[in-house]
T-cell receptor, first 115, second 111 residues
């Protein structure tokens, strides 16, 4: 079984709709992240969470919100989707600094299309 | 702020050719550096890493050396295979506890 899972894997929606992307992990990591990937722009950080009570904005948080329901779950919401939020979204986890390799472990991605 | 810059792609090579993908970093202090690979339809996975100057990361025939003098972490492989076709991302991690990624370089290897 995959360590980091994302649902759905693909989603097509319309402008103005509310969308939630979900991420679950079995790695036992405290730290979780949401990124979006756009062609030629690499990965950009949307939000990150260092534990259940710690949520932080990344570089492109406008138009997004997150919820850390438990150590293992971190969901991303688009309150009112717009076409320029069409992208590939990745969830990732990492261990605490000094307790691992600082490596990030990625989910398989969610391809979101906003029409 | 901290960042990494990597060469733009796509890079197209014939099988068994030598590969170099350049990556340079800008950071306060000395970040940990990584190369991630993304195969078609998949998420990113760690390819190799180095945590201090002069460290060499290696995996699956790929190598990268952390060079403080040139602030670089170039990815190399002596003989690429068709199965190496993927997008490669250089990344850094600093004491500010955030990762930062390059824009990715797509590698196409032709038989």
């Amino acid at each position: 079984d995959a360590d980091v899972t994302q649902t759905p894997r693909n989603r097509i929606t319309k402008t103005g709709k509310r969308i939630m992307l979900e991420c679950s992990q079995t790695k036992g990591h405290d730290r979780m992240y949401w990124y979006r990937q756009d062609p030629g722009l690499g990965l950009r950080l949307i939000y990150y969470s260092f534990d259940v009570k710690d949520i932080n904005k990344g570089e492109i948080s406008d138009g997004y919100s997150v919820s850390r329901q438990a150590q293992a779950k971190f969901s991303l919401s688009l309150e009112s989707a717009i076409p320029n939020q069409t992208a590939l979204y990745f969830c990732a986890t990492s261990d605490l600094p000094g307790q691992g390799t600082n490596e990030q472990f990625f989910g398989p991605g969610t391809r979101l299309t906003v029409l | 702020g901290n960042s990494v810059t990597q060469m733009e792609g796509p890079v197209t090579l014939s099988e068994e050719a030598f590969l170099t993908i350049n990556c340079t970093y800008t950071a306060t202090g000395y970040p940990s550096l990584f190369w991630y690979v993304q195969y078609p339809g998949e998420g990113l996975q760690l390819l190799l890493k180095a945590t201090k100057a002069d460290d060499k990361g290696s995996n699956k025939g790929f190598e990268a050396t952390y060079r403080k003098e040139t602030t670089s972490f170039h990815l190399e492989k002596g003989s690429v295979q068709v199965s190496d076709s993927a997008v490669y991302f250089c990344a850094g991690w600093s004491n500010f506890n955030k990762f930062y990624f390059g824009s990715g370089t797509k590698l196409n290897v032709k038989p």
